[in-house]
């Protein structure tokens, strides 16, 4: 039987060290620090960790069972788009087939794009309204876990916001895009952490 207590908590864990992940080991072995996460593709060194780190979130999800068929809906739709992401990466230059499946590059980005908005957007619907439902008269720590819940996914969709500004210049910082994706990916592990009461004396009712 599937511990689901730990599978959030390896699930949150994954996807914070993953930005954390690629860029040391970009930098460990001489190459440049990361534009984005998925560039980190196609570098020798780390696509292995970005592979079997975002796989293994895929997976992880698919199997996740929560505690209704909406819950297990949104969860399997958001391992598929985690996979998606993983299996078709974005567009690079100097290349005209790209990924598992060897796609046209433009084909390939278009897919990863589309996996990845729906991934952090069904992870950050997820944290606003699935993990915040409850009881009518919820507990201290329930309200407390709420506010983080609520934190973390309005910190996601604030995420793809600055995403989009960052893709037009509107935000014009050093590697703008690994930035706000490695913000996105903290929010969405705190969420999934403080859903498995990592912190039982500060989150976890009284039984």
């Known amino acids: 039987m599937i511990n689901t207590k730990r599978l959030r908590v390896v699930v949150g864990c ?4 993953l930005p954390i992940i690629v860029a040391v080991m970009s930098l460990a072995y001489g190459f440049k620090f990361p534009d984005s996460i998925s560039e980190t593709y196609f570098v020798d060194t780390c696509i292995a960790p970005f592979m079997i780190i975002l796989g293994a979130a895929g997976v992880l999800l698919l199997t996740y069972q929560g505690y209704t068929v909406v819950d297990d809906i949104l969860n399997t739709s958001a391992g598929i788009c985690g996979l998606g992401v993983c299996l078709f990466p974005c567009a690079v230059s ?3 087939l790209i990924g598992t ?10 897919i990863h794009t589309i996996a990845a908005v729906g991934f952090f957007g069904i992870l950050a619907y997820n944290s606003l309204f699935q993990f915040t ?3 009518d008269n919820p507990t201290p720590n329930k309200k407390k876990r709420n506010v ?3 934190v973390c996914g309005i910190g996601m969709f604030a ?3 600055a995403l989009a500004l960052a893709q037009f210049g509107v935000i014009n910082i050093p590697h703008a895009t690994w930035v706000i994706e490695t913000v996105a990916l903290f ?3 705190i969420s999934w952490l403080t859903k ?6 500060l989150f976890a009712d009284k039984k």
């Open 14 to 17: 994954l996807g914070m060290l």
């Open 94 to 96: 100097g290349r005209t």
């Open 101 to 110: 499946f060897q796609l046209p590059v433009d084909t390939s980005n278009t």
């Open 133 to 135: 439902k409850g009881s």
């Open 148 to 150: 983080i819940f609520r």
């Open 159 to 161: 995420s793809f916001i």
């Open 187 to 189: 929010f969405f592990g």
């Open 196 to 201: 498995a009461d990592c912190i039982p004396f």
